[in-house]
């Protein structure tokens, strides 16, 4: 009886573990390799976008208008016209899943666009310290899968969102 159940359980151990290493090849992880090239794609390429279009909104048009649209909008709102282009850099699949990927941006941009009209400090603590964490949190493990276009678009437009503020902060206090 004692070895019975020895053997029963010495079955379930190994099914587990089969079924572990299904479920991990199934992810398709990415090399060691590929880390840091793909840490430059997803995660700083779209934040330094953020930057630079955050930073030419505070430029060219804050002077011109008052309240809104914010750099952040205006980020997004570049960053969308500019997506299927920036998808094709970036992500590289194929240009059919490209609105798949824009989809993904608007989700987010509009999200964000709600959080960042929010009177007084509440719009800064979502839509800076809140996405900051968040956007910190999942490139800390999506880095290592392969996703849909989907997902780069919710990454890449948070990613835009951080960087959008940064840059038009950064301009407004140095020019």
């Known amino acids: 009886m004692g070895e019975e159940d020895l053997d029963t359980s010495e079955s379930v ?11 991990e090849e199934s992810l398709s992880p990415v090399s060691e390799g590929e880390v840091f090239k793909d840490m430059l794609r997803h995660m700083m390429a779209p934040l330094i ?19 809104f649209p914010n750099p952040v909008h205006g980020s997004f709102m ?10 094709k850099i970036l ?26 009209i929010l009177p007084q400090q509440s719009s800064l603590y979502c839509g800076v310290f809140l996405t900051g964490i968040s956007w910190l ?12 276009p989907f997902r ?16 038009s902060v950064l301009t407004y206090i140095y020019i």
């Open 13 to 23: 151990l190994i099914e587990e573990s089969e079924t572990s290493v299904l479920v």
């Open 49 to 67: 976008l953020g930057m630079l279009f955050g930073s030419l909104w505070q430029i060219l048009v804050m002077p011109k208008i008052d309240f």
């Open 78 to 87: 570049i960053y969308l016209v500019l997506s299927p282009l920036i998808y």
């Open 91 to 116: 992500v590289g699949q194929e240009m059919n899943r490209a609105k798949e990927y824009s989809l993904g941006v608007l989700t987010v941009a509009i999200v964000l666009s709600v959080v960042w």
């Open 137 to 148: 949190w999942l490139s800390s493990f999506w880095l290592q899968f392969e996703f849909p």
């Open 152 to 167: 780069y678009g919710l990454w890449h437009a948070i990613a835009v969102n951080i960087g959008a503020f940064g840059g």
